[in-house]
């Protein structure tokens, strides 16, 4: 039996599925996703016990990754940018990071297009301006309260 048949013998037509409300689609500026699934090279994937240990390499080099950066969140470092080249190691390899990888470039993009709205920008710029008012102000009493003590001895 072909999937394009039912049981009688006539021809079903499949069904065409609209694009869920938010879903990024193929058009301008956009480029076609990749499949999913295993990037490994054809001979690596053709032995099962070397595609699980090249799985088993791949996982820990991203765990590596990812470990390294959960440190750098609170150590110096940019530790979002480590975390998510180490989701990037796992997606070459695991579906699930894939579609995590779709999914989060799918949110940046969109509050990327909502940082460009002209009135997002204006609001974030004012609030910013009051922000940095505030900072100063408050420097400015610190300063004229305290005076400025430089943390080292010049006298001696």
Do not use: C
Request: glycine share 10%.
């Amino acid at each position: 039996m072909h999937a394009e048949s039912d049981e009688r013998g006539q021809v079903v037509v499949p069904a065409t599925t609209e694009p869920a409300a938010g879903d990024v689609t193929e058009g301008p500026g956009t480029a076609p996703e990749r499949e999913l699934g295993s990037r490994a090279p054809g001979f690596i994937r053709a032995s099962r016990t070397l595609h699980l240990s090249w799985q088993v390499g791949v996982f820990v080099v991203g765990l590596a990754v990812v470990g390294a950066g959960a440190a750098m969140l609170v150590l110096p470092g940019p530790g979002w940018l480590v975390i998510f080249g180490g989701m990037a190691i796992w997606a070459t390899e695991f579906v699930w990071a894939q579609l995590v990888l779709r999914w989060t470039r799918r949110k940046v993009t969109e509050a990327a297009q909502k940082a460009l709205d002209p009135k997002v920008r204006r609001r974030n710029v004012i609030l910013t301006t009051i922000g940095l008012v505030i900072i100063a102000v408050l420097a400015g009493i610190y300063v004229w309260r305290f005076g400025i003590v430089m943390p080292w001895k010049i006298d001696e």
